[in-house]
C-alpha cells in the first residue's frame, strides 16, 4: 500500500517542475503589506490577493519578483478574504506562475501532506518554508503549521503554497501557528464571473464557458461590399441548431470561425441551391 501511494504522488507530481517561482509579488498599501499571485486573462493581467491587505487602501503598490514596479486598481472583493487586483502594465504577467486554474488541487491534497510557503520580501528575495497540511476536508480551504519550530510573520498574508512549482493555494489568516489557506481552484472557481468579461473566447472555452449572451436581434447581418451577397449569421440559440444563411456566388469563399468545447463532433451539411 506504501509503494502504490508513493507512485501515486510521484504521477501526481510528474510535470509540476518548472521554472516559475511563488509567490509572484509583493503587495503593499499604507497599512497592510502581502503577497499575491499574477494570472493573465485576455489582454489583462491580475493580482489574487487578501482582501484585507487591499481594501480601503488609497493606493496599492505591486513588486513583481523581478523588481518590475507597477500601481494596481481593486476590482472586486470576496467574502473569502479575497481580492482581484486589476494591474495596468500588461507585462507583468509575464512572471506569473498560475498554473490552470488548480484543476489538480483535489487530487495533491488526496495524498499529500506536506509542501512549501513561498514569502517573498520587498526587496525581491524568495524565503521558502517547509509546511505540514492539515484539516483538508473542506472544499474551499486547508489549513498548514510550518515545520522546524518556525512562526508566521507579518506581510505573509498572500503567500503561495506550493506542491513542487504547481501552486494549490493561498494563505489568507494566520491564528496562533495555525494558517488557513484558500485553494487555488475555489480562487479561479469564485472570481470566475469577473474574470470572464475579460477572457478571450478561447479562454472562456478552456473555463467551460462559450459566453452566451444573445443580442436582442435574433438575426445578425455582416456587411459585405457593394455587390456581394449578404450573409445572415443566426445567433446561438439553445432551442436551435445553429446555423449560416446566404448564398455564394460562383468562385467566391467565405470563411467561418467556429469554436468548440471538449470533445465534440459538428456535421455541416448544406442545402440545395436555388
Avoid at 485553494?183 to 467551460?208: F, H, Q
Wanted: hydrophobic fraction near 35%; glycine fraction near 8%; charge should be positive.
Amino acid at each position: 500500500m506504501k509503494l502504490m501511494t508513493n507512485c501515486l504522488v510521484a504521477l501526481i507530481l510528474s510535470g509540476f517542475t518548472g521554472s516559475s517561482l511563488a509567490s509572484d509579488a509583493f503587495v503593499k498599501t499604507p497599512h497592510q503589506e502581502g503577497q499575491g499571485i499574477l494570472r493573465p486573462i485576455g489582454e489583462s493581467c491580475f493580482l489574487y490577493t487578501p482582501s484585507h491587505v487591499v481594501t480601503l487602501a488609497q493606493g496599492i503598490l505591486i513588486e513583481t519578483r523581478l523588481r518590475k514596479k507597477l500601481k494596481g486598481e481593486l476590482i472586486n472583493t470576496y467574502p473569502q478574504d479575497l481580492a482581484l487586483v486589476k494591474l495596468k502594465d500588461v507585462s507583468a504577467c509575464e512572471e506569473s506562475s498560475w498554473n490552470g486554474g488548480g484543476e489538480r488541487v483535489e487530487a495533491i491534497l488526496s495524498v499529500i501532506t506536506s509542501g512549501r510557503l513561498n514569502y517573498r520580501h520587498q526587496q525581491g528575495r524568495l524565503e521558502v518554508f517547509d509546511i505540514e497540511i492539515t484539516n483538508k476536508a473542506v472544499d474551499t480551504t486547508f489549513n498548514i503549521k510550518l515545520k522546524n519550530s518556525k512562526k508566521f510573520r507579518q506581510g505573509m498574508s498572500g503567500s503561495i503554497i506550493t506542491v513542487g512549482d504547481y501552486p494549490i493555494g493561498m494563505l489568507v489568516s494566520v491564528e496562533g501557528n495555525t494558517g488557513t489557506v484558500l485553494r487555488m481552484d475555489m480562487m479561479a472557481d469564485i472570481s470566475r464571473r469577473v474574470i470572464l468579461r475579460y477572457a478571450t473566447d478561447l479562454e472562456k472555452i478552456e473555463m467551460g464557458d462559450l459566453s452566451k449572451e444573445e443580442s436582442a436581434d435574433e438575426n445578425k447581418v455582416v456587411s459585405t461590399p457593394p455587390g456581394k451577397p449578404v450573409i445572415k449569421i443566426k445567433q446561438y440559440n439553445e432551442s436551435e441548431k445553429p446555423s449560416f444563411e446566404g448564398r455564394l456566388s460562383e468562385g467566391e469563399t467565405k470563411d467561418y470561425k467556429i469554436l468548440a468545447r471538449g470533445n465534440t463532433a459538428y456535421r455541416i451539411i448544406s442545402e440545395p441551391q436555388r
